[in-house]
């Protein structure tokens, strides 16, 4: 069985930074992409950042220059550094990854449980 756990949500002030860490655990085989998208209330879960394997990036154009993603791979372990937080960016924040466990025949997606970050003074 495959989890991603996330951590490092939480309240900070404008302008402020969080970092968010999502570890991949369990029986894998390999992992693909990862990365990060949010679901504000009242609408769509939206990509914010992912990390290929190979260490190509993708980023929403709300958020560049102000957050980063990065991965070690051998923990199989996605970091969001979030820089310069503004209201706008609060969000439940989800950790996403195309992994091949051992269990089954291919790669598939994965889910964290969700961290709520709230950007507020």
């Known amino acids: 069985q495959v989890q991603l756990v996330e951590s490092g949500g939480g309240l900070v002030q404008p302008g402020g930074s969080l970092r968010l860490s999502c570890a991949a655990s369990?029986?894998?085989?390999?992992?693909?992409?990862m990365g990060w998208y949010r679901q504000a209330p009242g609408k769509q879960r939206a990509l914010v950042a992912v990390r290929t394997r190979g260490g190509n990036t993708n980023y929403a154009d709300s958020v560049k220059g102000r957050f980063t993603i990065s991965r070690d791979n051998a923990k199989n372990t996605v970091y969001l550094q979030m820089n310069s937080l503004k209201p706008e960016d609060t969000a439940v924040y989800y950790c996403?990854?195309?992994?091949?466990?051992?269990?089954?025949?291919?790669?598939?997606?994965?889910w964290g449980q969700g961290t709520q970050v709230t950007v507020s003074s």
């Open positions: 996403n990854a195309e992994l091949w466990s051992t269990a089954v025949s291919g790669p598939l997606q994965y």
């Open positions: 369990g029986s894998i085989f390999r992992v693909y992409d």
